[in-house]
């Protein structure tokens, strides 16, 4: 892949200053972003892994050649104000009715990752974002794009449904919580302290329980280093194997790209994941990352035939105590919804999918179908939510495909 970028002069509108566009669409010229790149993650309050400049490398050279860089900086001036990252390839839309995939027809695609749409939060540069991403897809340069979990009260997702000419080319997916659990660094007792008395002991109990079980043979270990990279993604793998995500083709798999993006965040001495280790062998496991001071969930899963004695909690509070001891700020769940990122949570926000659509043939056809499907499934969790049974509806969705792999619970994180 030969080094490419290319520079365009963004228009001036009533409400945007003149932006200059680089944008890159090789490795080599992804790399020559990175100083401007790095310089505006440091200035956003949520700077997703995805959307480190390593770990989006990493990723496109594990996809081997089926997709390509496609990186938008824009700058006013020499200053870079705003960052596109994203991933282009030829794929089939994902339109889900439930867990059910539906079929569709392939179309050109830019995959925008999980955080890639980077500001600094002034109104002229998120509304020359938005001109950008209208402009993709007027000039039929993509057939469509997807932003990947999109605050919906952020400034960005604000501007894009402002604007009517996308608002009528755009599907958003029904939206999920993205959860937090601020902790007390240095103190897990003040952290605990927002609990009940009652929900202390249960906490306690539950630990007393599976050390019980186990004989008092229970310990927490701790992956951080490149050396146990081999060790943690098999482990890992063996627990979620057949898992309902791992159905859905997400969750913790021992491939070739997953285990080199956990050694460039063992490289960067970001990698901080932990086992529950049961008579010597794993029974439960949370993948993650450390940026700043947010210990970032990226996987996690337990074996099911050890649900009586609570694992995926007792692992969940004794990393909460090892974490306050190291002084860190925050868990960050990822997003999707589950009862323990709820009881253990303490802040939320909204986060959807969103689509946007090209004038052509292939993609409004597309567009119509996914809405569709959209406004159905919205309906059915509305209705579900107000009933109170979206939680047993999910899990006997989900409980039909971990049957048909006789598998672990597992908890989504940054997918």
């Known amino acids: 892949m030969s080094p490419r970028s290319s ?62 860089p496609y990186v938008a900086m824009l700058h006013s001036g020499a200053e870079p104000r705003a960052l596109i990252i994203g991933r282009e390839q030829v794929r089939p839309e994902r339109i889900r009715l439930g867990y059910l995939q539906l079929p569709s027809p392939s179309l050109r695609s830019l995959d925008v990752v999980y955080g890639g ?151 960067h001495g970001r990698l901080r994941s932990y086992w529950l280790e049961c008579d010597g062998r794993p029974i439960a496991f949370q993948i993650a990352v450390v940026y700043g001071d947010v210990y970032n969930l990226l996987s996690t899963a337990f074996l099911p035939q050890y649900a009586a004695v609570s694992p995926g909690q007792v692992l969940l509070v004794r990393v909460i105590r090892d974490l306050c001891e190291s002084k860190i700020g925050w868990i960050d769940y990822g997003f999707g919804d589950s009862p323990y990122k709820r009881m253990y949570g303490t802040e939320s926000w909204n986060e959807a999918t969103v689509h946007l659509y090209a004038r052509t043939v292939r993609a409004s056809s597309t567009r119509i179908v996914h809405r569709l499907a959209a406004g159905l499934n919205r309906r059915v969790s509305d209705v579900a939510a107000r009933c109170g049974v979206l939680t047993q509806v999910k899990k006997r969705w989900r409980g039909r495909l971990v049957e048909k792999r006789k598998s672990p619970t597992v908890g989504r994180g940054w997918e």
Not at 139 to 144: A, E, K, N, P
Not at 146 to 155: F, T
């Open 7 to 68: 520079v365009e002069k963004a228009p001036e509108s009533a409400q945007a200053l003149s932006f200059t566009t680089v944008v890159a669409d090789s490795l080599e010229a992804v790399k020559r972003l990175r100083p401007g790149w790095n310089r505006l993650r440091s200035c956003c309050s949520l700077a997703t892994p995805n959307a480190d400049p390593d770990r989006y490398l990493a990723t496109l050279r594990g996809r081997g050649g089926r997709a390509r």
């Open 117 to 267: 749409l980077i500001t600094d939060d002034s109104q002229q540069a998120v509304r020359a974002v938005v001109d950008h991403l209208r402009r993709l897809v007027d000039t039929g340069r993509f057939d469509q794009i997807m932003i990947n979990h999109l605050p919906v009260r952020g400034r960005v997702a604000m501007a894009l449904r402002a604007d009517r000419a996308l608002a009528r080319r755009s599907v958003a997916d029904v939206p999920d919580p993205h959860w937090r659990f601020a902790l007390v660094p240095g103190s897990y007792e003040r952290t605990i302290q927002r609990f009940s008395g009652k929900h202390r002991y249960n906490m306690r109990r539950a630990d007393r329980l599976l050390v019980d079980r186990f004989g008092g043979n229970v310990a927490l270990r701790r992956f951080e280093k490149p050396a146990q990279i081999e060790e943690l993604a098999a482990g890992a793998a063996q627990i979620t194997a057949c898992t309902y995500q791992a159905a859905l083709g997400a969750g913790a798999v021992d491939t070739t790209l997953h285990r080199d993006l956990l050694r460039i965040e063992a490289d």
